[in-house]
């Protein structure tokens, strides 16, 4: 271990203390001491500060240090070599062909999935909402309208009930959409039981149950993530959950070629969702992988549109129209008429895009509030659930008394819906605002977009838009599994529709002011003003609407949306994320940090082992430190107890591979009762290694020593103590990387770069201004 003096009269390097064990060190001698002259502090930073004050609930500038990254750099050591010299060639065309079919398999589940949940929520919502019409017909003449609304709060409440229950007390980490989850997973953080079997059915499960208990979510957004779950499951060959190890597809069990396969997962998710392939293979682009090669968007294209494929076989047999593939997702929006637009449209259409960012912009405000709300007072897992019964009760309220209140009647006929209620109209007319809230908000948005011009009046529209914009930012956040892409896409083609209206009374013409176009820019404007995705979500609207000809006003809208919305605040996924504290690397470095160098961002004094180390060091250091990565360096020349100088690196070993390599009690002085060591005894362990308390080790194996070379990755990489911030960011983000040794002239280790030293520095932009602020990490988040 390293000990930082106090009295530095000039800049020079820490002196190094070259002990055989942690183990004789005192406690107090393990705390790492600042220099005392503050000047200093700008050359000689200590290890990174993990602060330990009370940080307040809600901060967005603060980093947890509970996270880790994975290890997508592949660990180049002998094993490694000598398996890839026995194995040759026909392991390679092997493994490739095994990629495929996993891709083809992860195609064909998510969207089997994806038809589970789309036919469960078809059949009940069917159930739930022909009875609810005909008990409101039903008792409207009696005067006994209150029957009809108990009942709906009940059809509402006991599906939210079963849903939130599951995910407050089964698997947390299923709530929401995942998106954020995923876009962390794929961005290279390691994000605990994100991609379990057990979280797949908690989501699958809990998104039927929120959109049948007529909660303002949709059913796209956590497709995404259980399709990233079918991924991580079917490529290992094994299950953690069910403890089932079925001693195949071994060689996917790394972290490189794991995240692979859940970027395909994401985009057969997008796919199966919006019947989108293109759209999907960019989401995972846009919004995750950090690495990205040529035939990973080969494969990832593969599975998409295997999922869209599937997808639509199935549910074409389910309506009754075998072979006809018209089902390609479950937002099925219907076929669009190729509407015109003029080129003196695009104003309106490039202004409709900033109203939807400043809509977007509000709706993120407001569910920041109240996610910092629930952060500090809904802590316990019974009022989670509660709180989404409540929800679920005012959505029923709020749509019945908008039924009740506003009697917007048309005459039958021309109504699009399944349930026309009458209520209060006359006979031969139906409620235009029963029909929206009588069905799922799917099939609402398709109603927006294919109504006959005047279906929906002024005031219903602007009713409807403000309740249902308020119920949705309600809703996510919520103990449930459910996504935000409908309720945007709703409340955005309501008050597209409204403008339409407006423009009407302007200029009556029925051609140009097409209300299901002005519907459609709306619904584009406001999910960009909320997620603030632009590239996928214009390819993923043009392929769900079969409408390429809309292209460019699909464009205006949505880079309007997203520069007037990114003013005021971030995305709503990247606010989730920050809330979270989680280390997220952006695509690009921070501006003007070219004078910020290695010397300055990295952790030291750096703990190092020795290339042939004793075991109860290695033992110790474990139980001591935290850190997942060692560099091992030669040891100091001199036997003197304190010397200048580093140890010149010779390669980095991962705390999983000293943990397994104690397990299996790979020691130098039992070599004889080696068994056959290959790369497998990794593998074996893989995901989930035991912890150091979990290890065995008696005090005559203390003495043992091992001998880390066979082990090691002998050229990991490492840059010297000059380098600029931005060219470590480069090479941390684009290799995927987890660790970055610091060295000096002469190659000897002075520091380590992680993740989180990089994610310290952020940018922020605020109404016009930007700068870079440096981030606090703490235990608390």
Not at 581 to 597: A, D, F, Q, R, T
Not at 710 to 720: G, I
Request: proline share 5%; hydrophobic share 45%.
């Amino acid at each position: 271990m390293e000990e930082d003096t106090s009295n530095i009269n000039e800049i020079r390097a820490t002196r190094f203390r070259n002990l055989p064990s942690v183990s004789s060190l005192s406690q107090e001698e393990l705390i790492i001491t600042a220099p005392e002259e503050p000047e200093l502090l700008s050359s000689i930073r200590r290890r990174v500060q993990i602060s330990s004050e009370k940080i307040e609930t809600g901060s967005l500038n603060v980093l947890s240090a509970k996270y880790e990254s994975l290890d997508y750099d592949t660990c180049e050591n002998y094993l490694l070599l000598d398996e890839e010299r026995k194995k040759g060639y026909r392991f390679i065309i092997k493994k490739n062909l095994a990629r495929w079919f996993i891709f083809l398999l992860i195609g064909v589940i998510t969207a089997l999935i994806a038809c589970a949940i789309d036919i469960s929520i078809e059949e009940l919502s069917q159930l739930k909402y022909a009875s609810l019409s005909d008990y409101v017909d039903e008792y409207v003449i009696e005067g006994r309208l209150h029957i009809p609304y108990f009942l709906w709060v009940l059809f509402n409440v006991v599906p939210v009930l079963i849903g939130s229950a599951l995910v407050a007390y089964v698997e947390p980490i299923a709530a929401g959409s995942g998106i954020p989850q995923v876009k962390c997973y794929l961005n290279g953080v390691k994000i605990p039981q994100v991609v379990r079997i057990k979280t797949l059915f908690v989501k699958s499960v809990g998104v039927v149950c929120s959109v049948v208990g007529g909660l303002a979510g949709g059913k796209e957004g956590p497709m995404i993530h259980s399709g990233a779950v079918v991924a991580a499951g079917i490529s290992q060959g094994k299950s953690t959950t069910f403890r089932r190890d079925f001693k195949i597809l071994k060689y996917f069990r790394e972290d490189h070629e794991k995240r692979d396969f859940v970027s395909g997962g994401a985009a057969a998710g997008v796919a199966a969702a919006f019947g989108a392939p293109v759209g999907g293979v960019l989401f995972s682009l846009e919004e995750g992988t950090s690495f990205w090669n040529q035939s990973l968007t080969w494969r990832t294209f593969f599975a998409s549109v295997i999922s869209t494929f599937t997808l639509n076989v199935v549910l074409s047999a389910y309506h009754g129209v075998p072979g006809d593939l018209s089902y390609p997702g479950l937002l099925n929006l219907g076929k669009f008429e190729n509407f015109s637009y003029q080129v003196y449209e695009l104003p309106i259409f490039l202004l409709m895009g900033a109203f939807g960012g400043l809509l977007g912009a509000l709706w993120n405000h407001i569910n920041y509030r109240l996610s910092v709300f629930r952060m500090r007072y809904i802590k316990q897992k019974w009022l989670k659930v509660v709180e989404a019964c409540i929800v679920a009760a005012v959505s029923a309220t709020a749509g019945f008394l908008m039924m009740f209140c506003l009697n917007d009647c048309k005459p039958l006929g021309q109504d699009p819906t399944k349930y026309p209620t009458q209520l209060y109209c006359q006979d031969g007319q139906y409620n235009v605002l029963a029909s929206i809230w009588f069905q799922t908000p799917e099939a609402s948005v398709r109603s927006l977009f294919h109504d006959p011009p005047n279906t929906h009046n002024a005031t219903s529209l602007f009713a409807f838009v403000v309740i249902y914009f308020l119920l949705a930012c309600w809703t996510f956040g919520l103990a449930t599994s459910n996504g935000l892409f409908i309720p945007s896409l709703l409340t955005g083609a309501a008050w597209g529709r409204l403008i339409s209206v407006g423009l009407y009374k302007i200029v009556p013409d029925q051609v140009l002011i097409h209300p299901g176009k002005y519907a459609l820019i709306g619904a584009a404007a406001q999910l960009g003003g909320v997620v603030r995705m632009t590239i996928s979500l214009t390819v993923i609207i043009m392929e769900t609407t079969g409408n390429i000809s809309f292209a460019l006003p699909l464009i205006i809208t949505l880079i309007a949306a997203k520069w007037t919305g990114d003013f005021f605040n971030e995305g709503i996924y990247d606010t989730h994320i920050q809330l979270s504290g989680v280390p997220l690397l952006p695509w690009e470095p921070p501006p003007l940090v070219h004078n910020i160098y290695a010397s300055e961002v990295m952790s030291h004094p750096v703990v190092t082992l020795k290339c042939v180390e004793n075991v109860g060091h290695i033992v110790e250091l474990l139980k001591l430190t935290t850190y997942n990565g060692f560099p091992v360096v030669d040891p100091p020349l001199t036997d003197q107890s304190e010397v200048t100088t580093y140890g010149r690196i010779r390669g980095l070993v991962l705390r999983s591979q000293l943990i397994v390599i104690l397990k299996k009690k790979i020691f130098n002085e039992n070599s004889d009762f080696w068994e056959d060591i290959n790369v497998e005894i990794f593998r074996d362990e893989y995901p989930r290694y035991p912890t150091i308390e979990q290890v065995y080790v008696s005090e005559i194996e203390k003495t043992y020593s091992i001998d880390l070379r066979p082990f090691m990755n002998p050229s990991p990489y490492s840059v010297l103590h000059s380098a600029s911030l931005p060219r470590m960011f480069r090479l941390f983000r684009a290799l995927g990387l987890r660790h970055l040794p610091i060295v000096n002239d002469t190659n000897e280790v002075i520091g380590m770069v992680t993740r989180k030293d990089l994610a310290r520095y952020r940018v922020w932009r605020h109404q016009g201004r930007m700068g870079v602020e440096e981030l606090v990490i703490s235990k608390e988040v």
